[in-house]
Nanobody
Framework: QVQLVESGGGLVQAGGSLRLSCAAS????????WGWFRQAPGKEREFVAA????????LYADSVKGRFTVSKDNAKNTVYLQMNSLKPEDTAVYYC??????????????????WGQGTQVTVSS
């Protein structure tokens, strides 16, 4: 089992930046990859970014490429999402997630087994 706790959300003006963090607490669980997803009101949860355990591979949704950067600190069991040039359409609850098994990083929501509680990001115009 693993528990994921996101932080760093808040209210920011369009064009601003935020950095989200997701810390994992796991005693006997190996984290093979991390994913970030978001869900806006009335919309389905969607993929944002993912990173492999070694950090050698990253994956981004087209809507955030060039603006968001995913990184991690294995020593701290923490993944980060640096969000720059934020737009009102980035407003959503952001979730981090990890898969239970070793697999290639993916944008598929169903491949992730453990989820955090989410952190709200609101971008004002």
């Amino acid at each position: 089992q693993v528990q994921l706790v996101e932080s760093g959300g808040g209210l920011v003006q369009a064009g601003g930046s935020l950095r989200l963090s997701c810390a994992a607490s796991a005693r006997t669980f190996s984290i093979y990859a991390w994913g970030w997803f978001r869900q806006a009101p009335g919309k389905e949860r969607e993929f944002v970014a993912a990173i492999s355990w070694r950090g050698a591979q990253t994956l981004y949704a087209d809507s955030v490429k060039g603006r968001f950067t995913v990184s991690k600190d294995n020593a701290k069991n923490t993944v980060y999402l640096q969000m720059n040039s934020l737009k009102p359409e980035d407003t959503a609850v952001y979730y981090c997630a990890v898969p239970r098994l070793l697999k290639p990083i993916t944008s598929t929501l169903g491949e992730y087994d453990y989820w955090g509680q989410g952190t709200q990001v609101t971008v004002s115009s």
